[in-house]
């Protein structure tokens, strides 16, 4: 497809599980960004990737949450240990050129911890 | 505590009425951008406003930004079910900044 797929769109998880979610930017999109969105609120920044290098993670919660892009395409963002208020949708979103006003976001996943 | 404040939180109207969205700040933005969200569905941009005082149009939709580019409208004339949906105004500070600033959201519902 032409846009931003992510997978799995819906995720259950125990209290203290891990879990990884998929963001599969648009083809040539050098940055690529992370969002995090509680139920009835808007998006909040969670990080920032310029190609493979993670260069903003100042909006990750705890240490808990660890994102990678090595090849500098596909991301997975990782929850480690997973609490109640993670429960959220994940939203990633690319850019062609790293301009923030660029951005085409994908569906999310909705992460929901039991 | 999020930087961009909207209101009202929720709005519902008849088709064809006329509606207005507010969106403000204390803080300054280089650009500003409104998104319409549907269920399930990932945000989808709507227009970026980067010049304080500018006005833009898309259809039955205008946007404004705040001369101190502090706030931004939206206004909706005559409304139908099909605008239904979140919608989000979006900042960014400063110029190569590399995350967005969304507000708290407003959901319209349009009744037919």
């Known amino acids: 497809g032409a846009g931003v797929s992510q997978s799995p769109r819906y995720k259950v998880a125990k209290r203290g599980q891990d879990v990884a979610l998929r963001c599969d930017p648009i083809?040539?999109?050098?940055?690529l960004f992370w969002y995090q969105q509680a139920l009835g609120q808007g998006p909040e920044f969670l990080t920032y990737f310029q190609n493979e290098a993670q260069l903003d993670k100042s909006g990750l919660p705890s240490d808990r949450f660890f994102a990678e892009r090595p090849e500098g395409s596909v991301s997975t963002l990782k929850i480690q240990r997973t609490q109640q208020e993670d429960s959220a949708v994940y939203l990633c979103a690319s850019s062609l050129s790293g301009d923030v006003n660029e951005q085409f976001f994908g569906p999310g996943t909705r992460l929901t911890v039991l | 505590t999020q930087l961009l404040e909207q209101s009202p939180q929720f709005l519902s109207i008849q088709e064809g009425e006329n509606l207005t969205v507010y969106c403000n700040s204390s803080?300054?933005?280089?650009?500003l951008q409104w998104y319409r969200q549907e269920p399930g569905e990932g945000p989808v941009l709507l227009v970026t406003?980067?010049?304080?005082?500018e006005v833009k149009k898309l259809k039955r939709l205008t946007f404004q930004f705040g001369d101190a580019r502090k706030d931004s409208s939206l206004h909706i004339t005559a409304a139908q079910p099909g605008d239904t949906g979140l919608y989000l105004c979006a900042g960014a500070r400063g110029t190569g900044a590399n995350n967005l600033f969304f507000g708290t959201g407003t959901r319209l519902t349009v009744i037919p």
């Open positions: 406003v980067v010049t304080g005082g």
């Open positions: 083809s040539g999109h050098v940055s």
């Open positions: 803080s300054v933005f280089s650009s």
